[in-house]
């Protein structure tokens, strides 16, 4: 069974970090592309970062650009991403994503 | 960025009876290699989404042979026949032709 287990998630405060990963088993995470799509309370899907099965790639929405980082740890089977200078409008369920999706890690940015 | 428009935003259906909902696309999502990067999500309440159609037309592995989707141009339909209570959630049109990965507004299922 594919499972994609995130954590790193929490409350934080406005211009603060956090770094979010994605451990996934049951498949070769280096075999995939990945991406960090969020969801903020009651809305839609938005993509955040992507980045290539090698982890050499990495492309951001304009959003999150010089703020988010993304990276992958092949040996580990683990994706990350770093979020630094959280704004309030950060605050939204992020999902790792791919062919499939994990369950989800719980952002929220406020004072 | 590619814009997909999704329609309707809502559907109620009576179980057993059929549903379409549909995704048009403000460009073209056909790549140089051949392949239609138009992919359909199901997500259930309180789930991530799970894929069900990729590439516009294909079945994911396990997906009921009840779903399937279609491409006309820049328009694409998914179809579910004999709607079943296990269907109900919101559904989504992504594309991945280009980046930004861009999402459809989602549309809400619910049984009648």
């Known amino acids: 069974e594919v499972q994609l287990l995130g954590s790193g998630g929490g409350l934080v405060q406005p211009g603060g970090s956090l770094r979010l990963s994605c451990e996934a088993s049951?498949?070769?995470?280096?075999?995939?592309?990945m991406n960090w799509v969020r969801q903020a309370p009651g809305k839609g899907l938005e993509w955040v970062s992507a980045?290539?099965?090698?982890?050499?790639?990495?492309y951001y929405a304009d959003s999150v650009k010089g703020r988010f980082t993304i990276s992958r740890d092949n040996s580990k089977n683990t994706l990350y991403l770093e979020m630094n200078n959280l704004r309030v409008e950060d605050t939204a369920l992020y999902y790792c994503?791919?062919?499939?999706w994990g369950q989800g890690i719980l952002v929220s940015v406020s004072s | 960025d590619i814009v997909l428009t999704q329609s309707p935003l809502s559907l109620s259906v009576t179980p057993g009876h059929s549903a379409s909902i549909s995704c048009k696309s403000s460009q073209s999502l056909l790549h140089t290699d051949g392949k239609t990067y138009l992919y359909w999500y199901l997500q259930k309440p309180g789930q991530p989404p799970q894929l069900l159609i990729y590439?516009?037309?294909n079945r994911f592995s396990g997906v009921p042979d009840r779903f399937s989707g279609s491409e006309s141009g820049t328009d694409f339909t998914l179809r579910i026949s004999r709607v079943d209570a296990e269907d109900v959630g919101i559904y989504y049109c992504m594309q991945s032709v280009q980046l930004p990965l861009t999402f459809g507004a989602g549309t809400k299922v619910e049984i009648k």
């Open positions: 049951g498949l070769t995470l280096s075999d995939y592309g």
């Open positions: 994503a791919g062919t499939y």
């Open positions: 590439e516009a037309s």
């Open positions: 980045i290539s099965k090698s982890g050499d790639t990495k």
